[in-house]
């Protein structure tokens, strides 16, 4: 069956390429939003990503050759079209992208993830650059094969097959050839590192977080401000996932006496 955008469910089109949401590296406490002592297990090699604060946006590259981009909740603009959501100035910044990188040839669906982020996407913006500049960096990319089959599924049993993990992202080499090939900018890679050497503790945490990123990589030009928001930590085949932001152990500790 010939794939045809026009007579597909956009609705589960967009469930089926959302991003999901992904785990604090310290549980979270649901009472109070501070961080928990729990954390998530790792084994074997981790690494670390620089979390940049910005939006979170796809390109979603269909089987017919043409496109999609969306925010993480909305689609937004679809290859062709007249006019185009601005919304955070998603579409501005990765239509140009969009157009140059290279479409499937086989029948899957595939989805960059990027942040875009500086010019005035979020309050974060002077981070990363003084002069309004926008950027983007990949950071997560999938391609789904079976996607005639996800996207028949029940609206709830679709977000369940999404939210349980069920999106096949590509390993860390896979990441690394897609952004290659395509010439996008990764998320900065700041190290890799054996899972026994990550910190449990939360003081300890932080203390790991300033040391290994105490300013942005991302900035855009000279006049950013550069702090950092915090690091993403993953396997090399992306079966664990987790963000450890600087806000949420500085406002943990200072809550339990340890002011930083």
Sequence with gaps: MTFDLRSTDLSAL??????????????????????????????????????????????ISLPDGSYLLGSREELLYAKGDLIGNPAQGIVAAL???????APVTEDVIRVHYLEVYGGKVTAA?????????????????????????????????????????????????????????????????????????????????????????PRTRSALDEGACGAAEGIVLRTADRSVIAKARFKDYDRTLKRRGGKR
Excluded: C
């Design 125 to 213: 913006s002077k981070q990363y650059t003084g002069a309004r500049t926008v950027g983007f960096r990949i950071f997560d990319a999938v391609v789904i094969g079976d996607y005639r089959e996800i996207m028949a599924l029940p609206p709830q049993k679709l977000s369940e097959w999404r939210d349980s993990g069920g999106q096949p992202f590509l390993t860390e080499s896979e990441l690394t050839g897609l952004a290659e090939r395509d010439d996008v900018p990764l998320a900065p890679r700041l190290f890799s590192v054996d899972a026994a050497e990550l910190p449990t503790e939360l003081d300890k945490t932080r203390d790991f977080l300033g040391e290994h990123l």
């Design 95 to 101: 239509q140009p992208l969009a157009e140059t990188i």
């Design 14 to 59: 967009n469930s089926l390429t959302k991003y999901p949401s992904i785990p604090t590296y310290h549980e979270l406490d649901p009472s109070n939003g501070g961080l928990l002592d729990s954390v998530v297990e790792y084994s074997g090699q981790v690494i670390g990503t620089e979390k940049i604060d910005g939006t979170n946006a796809r390109i």
